[in-house]
Nanobody, 125 residues
Framework: QLQLVESGGGSVQPGGSLRLSCTAS????????IGWFRQAPGKEREGVLC????????TYADSVKGRFTISRDDAKTTVYLQMNSLKPEDTAVYYC??????????????????WGVGTQVTVSS
């Protein structure tokens, strides 16, 4: 069973940066699509970015364009979410998700079967 573990969350001031990691336990992500999602208090879970198995990326949240990027390590066991120029409205629990695929990824949460438990990101002065 693929297990995902997020790390790297924390508290940061507006304008700061964080890098979140999503590590697969015992698996490589060679044939998986990876999605990063976030859920703020009182809001629905929102797709942020995704990366398909061949490395193509899509940004779903307009508010993060130009600030957030997704990448993957060469061993294909860890996917990163680099978040720059953070804003208070980026405060949320961030989740990574994975689904077996070849050249597809999605910003829809119901398309993914494997989820991490999330990591809190708080942006506040």
């Amino acid at each position: 069973q693929l297990q995902l573990v997020e790390s790297g969350g924390g508290s940061v001031q507006p304008g700061g940066s964080l890098r979140l990691s999503c590590t697969a336990s015992g698996y490589t992500l060679t044939y998986y699509a990876i999605g990063w999602f976030r859920q703020a208090p009182g809001k629905e879970r929102e797709g942020v970015l995704c990366m398909d198995s061949v490395g193509s990326t899509t940004t779903y949240a307009d508010s993060v364009k130009g600030r957030f990027t997704i990448s993957r390590d060469d061993a294909k066991t860890t996917v990163y979410l680099q978040m720059n120029s953070l804003k208070p409205e980026d405060t949320a629990v961030y989740y990574c998700a994975a689904e077996e695929s070849f050249n597809w990824c999605s910003g829809e949460a119901n398309q993914y079967d494997h989820w991490g438990v999330g990591t809190q990101v708080t942006v506040s002065s």
